[in-house]
């Protein structure tokens, strides 16, 4: 398995040690662009991995959401968490002027513009996550307590209803 530090981006990197963070980084080696693949190639739960999703408004703003990564996001109840009208999955180009990250690769942290973010109620009762880390081959290893605090943000109720 490749270091994970040495090829993921120097700006994660920083602003993780900058806030007291070790960085742990995985490089299983094989890409991982879907949760299963992910999941399998770490060897946790599809629900410890999550996704980082940017969401864009039809003037431009933006939110970001995170959920594990086996749900579905609802857009209209990330647009009510963050008090917007509306707002659909933001272009691949819009997300990495926005995070600095491609889509895909999305890092739950330190992105390139600061954007409101909302975690999904599920995500704040797991111990730690893996999310995205600059490339759809890394992952970035998390305590859910460190995730809540670099993104400033609670639980929120994001999913898509079942059925």
């Known amino acids: 398995m490749p270091d994970g530090l040495s090829v993921a981006p120097p700006r994660l990197i920083a602003y993780l040690r900058d806030h007291g963070i070790e960085p742990e ?4 080696g094989v890409p991982m662009p879907t949760v299963p693949l992910a ?11 999550i996704k980082s999703l940017l969401f864009q408004t039809k003037d431009g703003r933006c939110v970001l959401a995170i959920a594990s990564g086996p749900d579905r996001v609802s857009r209209a109840a990330v647009a009510a968490a963050v008090g917007y009208p509306s ?6 180009e819009v997300v990495l002027a926005v995070t600095g990250y491609p889509a895909g690769g999305v890092s739950p942290v ?14 704040t009762e797991l111990a730690e996550v893996y999310g995205g880390a600059g490339a759809d081959e ?22 898509q209803p079942a059925g």
Do not use: K, N, Q, Y
């Open 25 to 28: 980084i995985l490089a299983p």
């Open 39 to 49: 999941a399998a190639a770490i060897g946790v739960a599809e629900s410890a991995i």
């Open 87 to 92: 707002c659909g999955l933001a272009s691949p």
């Open 110 to 123: 330190a992105h390139r513009e600061a954007v409101p973010v909302v975690v999904d109620r599920r995500v």
């Open 138 to 159: 890394l992952l970035l290893r998390l305590s859910t307590a460190d995730l809540l605090r670099l993104t400033r943000a609670g639980g929120s109720d994001i999913l």
